[in-house]
């Protein structure tokens, strides 16, 4: 298969199967020892029926970091993050397909995404689903509480959070290649992450289903809550899925102009 140059990572493969099956397994290589790339170990890669290469990276910004850099030793030249996402403002409802212009890193460092390819990807969505720009932020860990995504959003002035999309974005600038981010709000910033949930997640993103049993049987008022991020959830899936078909990330992903790619 001719690959596109796109790569795409997902922090969980419940996010990934959206963007359709993987058509074969590509073993790659191991990404080079630059900016905290995380160990040598090789990380395998999918590749999607339109050539878009895909890694599937468990959360947080070293797995993400690493798994960027996997892409870019395949041969990939455009990279995007896409997943799911928190909300920050209270104005965005869960399902909000968020295309931001700028991703912020607790550190204070930003990346800009590339702005040819997130508008015509806005452009070919919008007409079915809500999509907001502005500023996404990545944090180390889940940001779970009503407090917590206040004092984000006051402090930050993003829309959403996420805990990879920094990490992809600034492996993306080291090497002067397009960026985007794509993101859908499951969690409005007036919903809760119950903390039976949050404990029961493993380093991967996927929930152990006994000791998510076990932690509602301690905390049994996390229940309800756990019932509403469900339905969030699927909101979500959604809009993730609609985005997929009509705007799938590989589309538009390098410009016209060669100028244009530092955006």
Wanted: aromatic residues 4%; positive net charge.
């Amino acid at each position: 298969m001719t690959l596109n140059g796109v790569g795409i990572i997902c922090a969980l493969a419940t996010e990934a199967r959206h963007l359709g099956p993987a058509v074969e397994r590509i073993a790659s290589a191991a990404p080079r020892q630059s900016m905290g790339a995380g160990s040598a170990r090789p990380i395998p890669l999918m590749s999607l029926q339109d050539g878009t290469l895909l890694a599937v990276s468990g959360m947080g910004c070293a797995a993400a970091r690493h798994a960027a850099h996997a892409l870019i030793a395949a041969g990939a030249r455009a990279l995007a993050s896409w997943g799911m996402a928190g909300g920050l403002d209270p104005k965005l409802a869960p399902g909000t397909i968020c295309l931001p212009d700028e991703v912020l890193s607790e550190h204070g460092t930003s990346v800009r995404t590339a702005h040819y390819w997130r508008d015509r990807l806005s452009a070919a969505v919008g007409r079915r689903e809500r999509v907001h720009h502005g500023r996404l932020v990545t944090t180390a860990h889940l940001v779970s509480s009503l407090g917590d995504k206040a004092t984000l959003f006051r402090q930050s002035g993003a829309a959403a959070v996420d805990m990879e999309s920094a990490a992809v974005g600034e492996v993306a600038s080291h090497y002067g290649f397009p960026f985007i981010a794509v993101r859908v709000i499951v969690d409005g910033a007036h919903d809760i992450l119950p903390r039976a949930v949050t404990a029961a997640a493993d380093a991967a993103g996927q929930i152990r289903l006994w000791q998510l049993i076990g932690s509602l049987a301690r905390a049994p008022a996390d229940l309800a809550p756990v019932i509403r991020l469900a339905r969030r959830y699927r909101s979500a899936s959604r809009s993730l899925a609609v985005m997929a078909r009509s705007a799938p990330p590989a589309r538009h992903a390098f410009p016209a102009v060669p100028d244009a790619v530092r955006s």
